[in-house]
């Protein structure tokens, strides 16, 4: 019999409850990055996600360790009441763009600006995909949507809002960053990203976002594959990837 | 320890570190700015947390995360700040966590003004947020009532892992009053918070605070679950006070400041022949039915005195199922009724006789 090697498994961040997202949604691919990372940093028995309301709602039961179901946009300071009494738990928050972009914005804002020590992992599909496709505030231009039948229309409902750009301006914010998980090259640079982002927490360095370029084909009305070639072509150039923030090199400067 | 004189604000503020609060988060409002005040300093030196949310909504919903975290926890808050805790406050009900969350009222609708009321009746009683839920509520007369109640709320609110409110107006907010901290209060049996989410370090399967049942057979079964927690409430927790009920024909029915206006109107009743008690409700909900199987023939009529326009009158009626002529007297505004309004009310229902 030939000799086996385990070159791949899944992560023990990740319980054994099925996964309730769409074919071809890259919820599943982030969920698998923050259980690696959380276990290769090895605080999976002390960390806390919360999750929050939309296609995630149920992310509870996704993952292996303690979880909390927050109110709709209201992670971030869900997270700030546990972390401030429970310091030494790793805390992040799991928020869709309809959850942190629209009704959570002042949650979010106001967590880092106070440098909360949590991460929020930010899912950016452009669109609400739990509600059945509505306009979010990350919704692009021309985007057609069931609440902008005819395209989002910036006079009428204003730009797309950039979430990592506008949270780097906050002074309190540690580590943002912007990435996608469109192939296997970027999935690698996207869990090396969060990565980054739970070190500084397990460091105490303070508050950071890491911003996702996710798909909806669902809510998109397309295949998986056209899907993935959609956020490429028209999602990444409006919401570039990259670091927007990073104080842990001004603080080693 | 002997008494010591304080603001009500600043001593309901002493009471919850006393009472072994762990955490506090708030938004400033008028008139309970001097709680948060308080504790800015002394939760700190304590060792204990204090964060100024960005918002009422911020405020419960940290409230939230830290009661599921194990801890204990308070929001203070006036009238239209509790207005937008509710949401946070049906959550925290629905995820079962314990929390102390002290209202002191002022009048509304709306903005309304920051003057005394008790006209937050209603929002504390009903829920006030979404779902089939309810808050174990407190209401205090006097400061060390506050004080008293306040430290033992903390055990309450472990006990039936719920929230428990206390209400109290502005007057007992600003007042200055003589208070001990040291009087012996009720100890509740308490069990390990073995359900919080802090992290399973090894000791246990995870844990998961949540409110969220997609099965309606599940959220039916949780519902009753709920309920039979408020059903103990009713049947064993109902808390009030008679004064002066052995030979009164009339009875005012009022909590909170009021109910201590209403003893100086008795005082004054008294003096010109007539014998008239009070029905004090110190738990609002749940609303003390067993007091009113406790009035003696002597009484003829109920008098609900209130700081609104008759919140708590539907349930003065309910529970008396049609037993007495219920009478009302009420003032709104801010504007704290005097007992001489209370005596005249109460010359006026004797005269009618």
Redesign the interface.
Known sequence: MAKTKTVYKKSPGLSDFPLSYCPGCTHGIIHKLVAECLTELDV?????G?GSVGCS??N?DF?????????HG?AP??????????P???VFTYQGDGDLASIGI??A??AA??GENITIVFVNNAIYGMTGGQMAPTTLVGQKTTTSPDGRDPKHSGFPLRIAEMMATIPGATYVERVSVHNPKHVNKAKKALKKAFEIQKNNQGFSLIEFISTCPVNWGMTPKDAVDWAVDNMIPYYPLGVYKDRTKEDNA | MAKVLMKGNEAMALAAIKGGC??F?GYPITPQNELPEYLSKHMKENGR?F?Q???E???I???????????R?LTSSSSPGIALKQ??IS?LTG?ELPAVIINVMRGGPGLGGIQPSQADYKQITRGGGNGDYYLYSLAPESLQEAVNLIKESFDIADYFRNPVMIAVDGLIGQMMEPVDFDQEIPKWDLKEKTWA??????KRD???????YLDPQDLEDHNYKLLDKYNEMKANHQRYELINMENAEIAIVAFGSTARIARSAIEMLEDEGINCGIIRPITIYPFPSKAFDEIPASVQDLLVVEMSTGQMIDDVKIVNEGRYPIHFYGRVGGIVPEAEEIVNKVKEIVGEK
């Not at chain 2, 989410?197 to 090894?202: S, W």
């Not at chain 2, 995870?206 to 969220?212: A, T």
């Open positions: 999976l028995e002390r960390s806390v919360i709602a149920l509870y993952f292996s360790f303690d979880m909390f179901q927050a109110a209201r300071a869900v997270a700030t009441g546990l972390k401030r009494v429970r030494d738990t790793m002042a949650e804002i106001h600006h106070r | 762990d955490a988060y947390v964060v949310s960005e918002s909504v911020a405020a919903n940290m409230v939230y995360g830290a009661a599921g975290g194990g801890a926890v949401e946070g959550y995820a989410a802090d992290g399973m370090r090894g995870k844990n998961v605070i949540n409110s969220l």
